[in-house]
């Protein structure tokens, strides 16, 4: 009897030891503090990718200048848009190998050198063909400082902190696109275009890069990393044939449906397809084969990383295409002003932004299911509203169903690519870095794409701009793409329920 006392006395203490080193590991985790040269490091790459990303959606409000001042055509004038969009896009799966092969501070100081040159042209350039140059330089700076931020985070964050900062990343990524368009129009307002460049370089020079120089640390060795010519090749064929097979096959689809000519788009259509998905499919055969791949996909055959990556994709097809949506609709159907429709999109954009680290906080505290999917239960509430009020909406009841949707959207979507990342080897993160970072630029072109078409068909043969016909076939064309981003949106949860599911079931085995 005195022994079964002692040995249940001895459990006990055992138990409430093993329950007070528990409890201390747990109070020791979540007092985790985040190094100062961590903040430092992600405020110097990420104003970078902030600068670069800004400048995207600024130049969009200055195509009417640039086309008087090039005398150049509206489809000409796109393409300083397009050409950066393809570039950052083509940069992306680069990363992994720049990442593997040269140091963190190496990899700033050549984004600093390409975000300078490439402004510094688009001040002097006065020819068409230079500016593009200058844009293509400039997509590549971004296409390295974006990825370069992320991988910084994932590789230097305390572990109870990497949600948070995460959405610190994903707010300067979601901010500058809701304010490019308002900045944009204010400065051209009252200086020349150009003056925008010339305000960020003193920025870069004076605050990216001191700050950069003294806290972009290296905490992880270099590798001897090749890179494989071949490969890229391929990636970026792919890229470029899916981006402009969506971009043809939206103006042929237009163009039959206004009764114009649409063989030669969906001829370039066509074609831009099966060279886009054949160089996709070269290179996951020739990825498989290397010994050095240019990235390594062997992480995608786990099924909860990749229903993440493709809710990942489906979900900025609605949330970049929605500013377009948005001031179309409100200019087209509402009759509201360029400026008035710019600044609907930008309270939702931009205080939905800021609530990016909230969400991270929340993943950092509660675990990925609450939140994510709480998240994004919530940002649907935003086109449902939409659809129901479709034909009888106001700029304020616009701009407030978007705002639910832009919090949503923004207290979730970072944490997709966190928890994913989290569930591979830490040595393949920088590949799932530029997959997903990847499959960010493709989603937000395809989503412009996509909504556009809508938009087109649904206007046309409904007379002039301006008529009243021609308002409620834009009204009509609203609704189809608000329908249509609910079908996205309940894809992108239902793709999170079922690797959530997965991951349960993993739990529950260990």
Wanted: aromatic share 8%; hydrophobic share 55%; glycine share 10%.
């Amino acid at each position: 009897m005195e022994e079964r006392n002692i040995t249940t006395t001895t459990a006990a203490t055992e138990s409430q030891a093993i329950t007070t080193n528990a409890g201390t590991q747990e109070a020791a985790i979540s007092d985790e503090r985040i190094p100062g040269k961590l903040i430092g490091a992600i405020v110097a790459v990420g104003s970078l990718a902030f600068i670069g990303i800004l400048t995207e959606t600024v130049m969009t409000v200055l195509f009417p200048q640039l086309m008087r001042e090039f005398n150049v055509d509206t489809a000409t004038v796109q393409w300083i848009t397009t050409i950066y969009l393809l570039v950052v896009a083509a940069t992306m799966p680069l990363s992994s190998y720049l990442n593997r092969r040269f140091k963190h501070r190496t990899l700033f100081l050549a984004a600093v050198a390409l975000a300078v040159l490439g402004s510094l042209i688009m001040i002097v350039g006065h020819a068409f063909p230079v500016i593009l140059i200058a844009r293509v330089i400039q997509g590549m700076g971004s296409g390295v400082a974006t990825p370069l931020m992320i991988n910084i985070i994932l590789e230097q964050s305390p572990k109870s902190k990497v949600g948070r900062l995460m959405g610190v990343g994903s707010l300067v990524i979601t901010v500058a696109p809701a304010i490019g368009p308002t900045v944009g129009g204010a400065v051209s307002s009252i200086l020349p275009w150009r003056a925008i460049f010339v305000i960020v370089i003193p920025i870069i020079l004076l605050v990216s890069l001191p700050v950069g120089l003294k806290c972009v640390e290296q905490h992880r060795p270099t590798e001897e990393a090749r890179l494989n010519s071949l490969q890229f090749v391929s990636i970026v064929l792919a890229l470029c044939g899916l981006v402009m097979f969506l971009n043809q096959a939206g103006v042929a689809v237009s163009a039959a449906v206004s009764g114009g000519s649409a063989t030669v788009s969906a001829v370039f259509a066509v074609v831009s397809l099966i060279v886009g998905l054949g160089a996709l499919l070269f290179f996951g055969w020739s990825s498989k084969r290397s010994f050095s791949p240019l990235i390594r996909l062997g992480w995608l055959r786990d099924p909860m990383v990749l229903l993440h990556l493709i809710a990942y994709m489906l979900l900025p097809i609605v949330g970049i295409g929605f500013g377009y949506v948005i001031t179309n609709v409100a200019q087209l159907s509402l009759g509201t002003s360029a400026f008035l429709s710019g600044a609907l999109v930008l309270p939702g954009a931009l205080i939905g932004a800021f609530f990016a680290p909230v969400g991270g906080m929340l993943y950092d505290r509660f675990g990925p299911v609450c939140p994510i999917l709480g998240a994004f239960f919530a940002a649907i509430c935003g086109p449902i509203l939409l659809l129901v009020f479709s034909m009888r909406l106001t700029p304020v009841t616009l701009a407030g169903f978007y705002f639910i949707f832009g919090f949503g959207y923004s207290l979730g979507f970072s944490n997709i690519m966190t928890n994913a990342l989290r569930n591979i080897a830490p040595q393949f993160m920088p590949d799932g870095n530029a997959v997903f970072n990847t499959c960010l630029q493709f989603g937000g072109a395809a989503g412009t794409a996509l909504f556009s078409t809508i938009l087109s068909v649904a206007q046309a043969g409904a007379g002039e701009e301006g008529g009243a016909t021609f308002r409620h076939a834009t009204a009509v064309g609203g609704s189809w793409t608000f329908a249509t981003m609910i079908g996205i949106v309940a894809i992108a949860i239902c793709c999170l329920i079922a690797a959530f599911r997965i991951g349960a079931k993993r739990n529950s085995r260990l």
